[in-house]
């Protein structure tokens, strides 16, 4: 048994942060099948920066979904950690993104009937008896973080969209994760409200020293990652 845990703890010394390895994913068409993912290898340190470009269809939102364990490769080895994330079953996925991720997507997300304090709270609002902090009070210090302490009380509908994109970023941050999955988290602002918003991300996930992966079809974005990713044909 001990030596089992010995094996156990030595391989995980050996691998990344985030180890993808061999990562296949394919899709079925009415024609026939297509390889979205074919071979992807990754190494991602604590703390790192990535960003992941490609032209449309080359996989980079599939790639986040199988990271995030929104979705199940069909070969290959993701491990966060300790953890082998291509392995987990649905149950055991919805808590993995529970406690270790953060999503922050092109399209906000946010619920129109919910102000922006009780948006950030959403994600953890089912398990507020299982929780040891005060839901409320994070919420509100993730929006006086995001520039929006005096928005609280505001629905989607009162915010641009420049506010809203903060307010995702907050919820994103609610649970505290290990790594944030960006999927284009600027593509639905005009340039100066996107970067203003992606120094606000950055700002935190370096003071979390969470890891960032960002989904972008601007090298401009890209340029100030620690690794470039690129998918598809060069």
Known sequence: MHKQQN??????????????????????????????????????????????????????TTLLALLGALDTPDGGEIWLDTTPVHQLKAVAAADFRRRQIGFVFQMFYLLPNLTALENVMSPLLPYRREIDFNL?????NLLERVGLGHRTGHTPGRLSGGEQQRVAIARALINQPRVILADEP?????????????????????????????????????????????????
Do not use: C, W
Not at 21 to 39: E, F, Q, S
Not at 208 to 213: E, F
């Open 7 to 60: 094996s156990v703890s030595e391989a995980a010394q050996q691998r990344a942060f985030l180890q993808v390895t061999n990562l296949r994913k394919a899709y079925a068409l009415p024609h026939g099948k297509i390889d979205i993912l074919d071979d992807i290898n990754l190494q991602v340190q604590q703390g790192e920066f990535i960003t992941i470009l490609g032209p449309s269809g080359s996989g980079k």
């Open 136 to 140: 409320r009070e994070r919420a509100n």
């Open 186 to 234: 600027t593509g639905n602002l005009d340039p100066t409200t996107g970067e203003a918003v992606l120094d606000i991300l950055r700002e935190l996930q370096q003071t979390g020293k969470q890891t960032l992966i960002m989904v972008t079809h601007n090298p401009q974005l890209a340029s100030g990652s620690d690794q470039q990713i690129h998918l598809g044909k060069q």
